[in-house]
């Protein structure tokens, strides 16, 4: 399975939010916080205990919701799962 990185900007004022290493061919509909390199303070949350110690993603300039925090299948990956319109991608 191939993999590359993605930057993810916010689609209201253009800030990069997130680069991600993304596996696979499919859509981006979810990150997961195991696989984000940057910003460090959404890398730091990997650990997270569940659900609610998760913060939204939000825009850190414009404050534009991005995602919503869940957890992931039976390995209770944390994960956020994106709000289609809210970001652009771009393959680094």
């Known amino acids: 399975m191939s993999s590359r ?3 993810l900007h916010c689609s209201h004022c253009g800030i990069r939010v997130i680069r991600y290493r993304k596996e696979g061919s499919g859509r981006l509909i979810r990150v997961y916080l ?3 390199t940057e ?3 959404l890398r730091s949350l990997k650990h997270a205990a569940g659900k609610p110690g998760l913060p939204p993603l939000v825009c850190p300039g ?4 991005m995602g919503v925090s869940i957890i ?3 390995g209770n990956r ?5 709000i289609q319109g809210s970001f652009r991608k771009k393959e680094v």
């Open 5 to 7: 990185f993605l930057n």
């Open 62 to 65: 414009c404050g534009q919701r």
């Open 72 to 74: 992931r299948g039976s």
């Open 39 to 41: 910003p460090e303070n």
């Open 34 to 36: 195991d696989r984000i």
């Open 78 to 82: 944390p994960a956020y799962r994106l």
